[in-house]
């Protein structure tokens, strides 16, 4: 495959650094400012290409129209959405990811077509969420065209699911418990695993299901 | 397109001098206009008779564009220096709250051509400036 990624912050250094460790890809990484291109060059070489990654003249140059996948993943929603929208329809890239640092635009980045989208709130939260344990639902990425999203909830004392294997929880329908990263590491669950106070769980479920969800892993929310 | 329809509710994003300059127009007009900028220093273009709203806010922003009362806007100009901030702005307007009439400003020729495509009223200065230099240099040749 051929990979293009628009944008060279600590997303886009991240995900090349991945990507150059899967064999068969050519990635190649396209950054506007000239001296943080230079800065990635020293290190990743010759993939690092400077330029403005929403230009159609320049996407031609490096090559778009036979890329597979585009990844824009600026700090700028506007030059993530353009570039998307570009790939697709000047380029025909078959599939697009963008990044969305403001999460009020997801629902239009999915409506204009961009297959995949990141958003950096919901990572950024995950943060503060460390320092701020009443925050015990995070969302971490929506899945395009469903109402389902994937979600982090911390387990906390008083919540329901302590001490209980997962097959007694009476989840809401649609409710996947996908991921607990607890002090033994990450693991997918089985139904007689138990939950413990301080494990995060990952999981997928219906947007209209978050409260009782939150309820049932996390424990009651606190009133301040 | 008929004729201007005199008191249309107008947002424009981006007092610059294009944006200063088509504000006082329309303003003299009759609408009722609205200019959006993110630097409040931007306003200095227009004059303190100036009958419109001026706002400190970003296009891109759903908040200012609530704020601009977005939903009862009929028009909608995007005016602001970055293309694709345009762009964003223009799609957003359309798309989520149903502005009727949205124009955009897209320095680059290309991607102004690819969203007219897509729908956006876009126009170029960049195209139209090579063609009145490229004028300019054989008038009365």
């Known amino acids: 495959m051929y990979i293009i990624i628009v944008g060279g912050g600590a997303v886009g250094h991240g995900l090349a650094l991945e990507l150059q460790q899967m064999p068969d890809h050519e990635v190649a990484i396209v950054e506007l400012s000239g001296s943080r291109a230079g800065q990635l060059r020293s290190e990743l070489g010759e993939m690092v290409v400077h330029g403005d990654g929403s230009e159609i003249a320049f996407l031609e140059r490096v090559g778009a129209g036979r890329a597979d996948l585009l990844l824009a993943v600026t700090a700028d929603d506007g030059a993530n959405l353009v570039t998307c929208q570009v790939a697709k329809h000047w380029f025909n890239i078959k599939r697009t990811i963008a990044r969305v640092n403001d999460s009020r635009n997801e629902a239009l980045f999915l409506r204009l077509g961009v297959d995949s989208i990141v958003s950096a709130a919901g990572a950024v939260m995950a943060q503060i969420e460390a320092s701020l344990p009443e925050h015990t639902i995070i969302p971490l990425m929506a899945l395009e065209g469903s109402r389902l999203h994937v979600v982090d909830i911390r387990v906390q004392a008083g919540s329901p699911a302590v001490g209980r294997p997962l097959r007694e929880m009476q989840f809401p329908p649609e409710v996947l418990i996908s991921v607990v990263i607890g002090k033994q590491g990450a693991v997918v669950p089985a139904g007689d695993t138990v939950l413990q106070v301080g494990d995060e769980v990952i999981a997928v479920i219906p947007r209209e299901s978050d409260a009782i969800v939150r309820e049932m892993i996390a424990g009651p929310t606190e009133v301040k | ?141």
């Open chain 2, 1 to 141: 397109m008929a004729g201007e329809v005199p008191g249309m509710r107008i947002l424009i994003m981006g007092c610059g001098r294009v944006g200063a300059g088509l504000a006082t127009q329309l303003a003299n007009e009759g609408h009722d206009v609205t200019v959006l900028d993110t630097d409040a220093f931007a306003f200095r273009r227009l004059l303190p008779t100036f009958a419109g709203h001026r706002l400190v806010g970003s296009g891109t922003d759903d908040r200012s564009l609530v704020e601009a009362r977005i939903a009862e806007t009929d028009c909608f100009i995007a005016l602001a220096s970055g293309d694709n901030r345009n762009i964003l702005a223009s799609q957003k307007a359309k798309e989520i709250y149903g502005v009727k009439t949205v124009v955009t400003r897209v320095r680059d020729p290309l991607r102004s051509e690819m969203f007219g495509r897509l729908g956006l009223r876009t126009f170029s200065p960049t195209k139209v400036g090579v063609t009145l230099a490229h004028d300019a240099i054989f008038q009365g040749a």
